[in-house]
């Protein structure tokens, strides 16, 4: 059992809006940035978002991050049928040292 | 273009040793932190490991404390992590990750571990 909550599926249709939840428990989410990264099949991760709502270069600004309280989300408008894959939240917890993962939500674009 | 290249994965026996190296070239790698992330067959994503620029701070996921050893010679901008105690469970794609924020910005494409009798 994952740490930080995220849904395990996810579905829209091409050109909706879609979020995907991730959340935990203070040390976790308010306390520390959230990453997002998406993985599409048979490829390595990516980073998404980072600092809960930086996009990288060369992420289009159809993908964004928000945070409030304890929980963060990742937003993705426009959906199109590449962004078919599964999407993480990270974030480090300072107090125990480690890096925490949500469990996945694997996003079907119908 | 940052580069990170996996290799060393192969199968081994329960309770076996494994050397994976992670050869990073597209930036300086001895000012970058550095991870390892897996994932085992039909699960999501576990951290394993944190070594900082200096090899001075160095943290573990509780599943693989007193068993995995990370290490990284930056004179060859390399990273490794030592496998001990290999069990099943430990079956995964294992990636070296490069820090950001102590999480991660760049993967490499993994290599995997395969432990099994």
């Known amino acids: 059992q994952s740490v930080l909550t995220q849904p395990p599926s996810a579905s829209g249709t091409p050109g909706q809006r879609v979020t995907i939840s991730c959340s935990g428990d203070t040390s976790y989410i308010v306390s520390n940035y959230v990453y997002w990264y998406q993985r599409l099949p048979r490829t390595a991760p990516k980073l998404l978002i980072y600092?809960?709502?930086q996009r990288p270069s060369g992420v289009p600004d159809r993908f964004s991050g928000s945070k409030s309280g304890t929980s963060a989300s990742l937003a993705i408008s426009g959906l199109r049928s590449e962004d078919e894959a599964e999407y993480y939240c990270a974030a480090w917890d300072g107090s125990l040292r480690v890096v925490v993962f949500g469990g996945g939500t694997k996003l079907t674009v119908l | 273009e940052v580069q990170l290249v996996e290799s060393g994965g192969g199968l081994v026996q329960p309770g076996g040793s494994l050397r994976l190296s992670c050869a990073a070239s597209?930036?300086?790698?001895?000012?970058?932190?550095m991870n390892w992330v897996r994932q085992a067959p039909g699960k999501g994503l576990e951290w394993i490991s944190y070594?900082?620029?200096?090899?001075?701070?160095?943290y573990y996921a509780d599943s693989v404390k007193g068993r995995f050893t990370i290490s990284r010679d930056n004179a060859k901008n390399s990273l490794y992590l030592q496998m001990n105690s290999l069990r099943v469970e430990d079956t995964a794609v294992y990636y070296c990750?490069?820090?950001?924020?102590?999480?991660?910005?760049?993967w490499g494409q993994g290599t995997l571990v395969t432990v099994s009798s």
């Open positions: 600092r809960d709502d």
């Open positions: 070594i900082s620029s200096t090899s001075s701070a160095i």
């Open positions: 990750a490069r820090a950001k924020d102590r999480l991660f910005d760049y």
């Open positions: 597209g930036f300086t790698f001895s000012s970058y932190s």
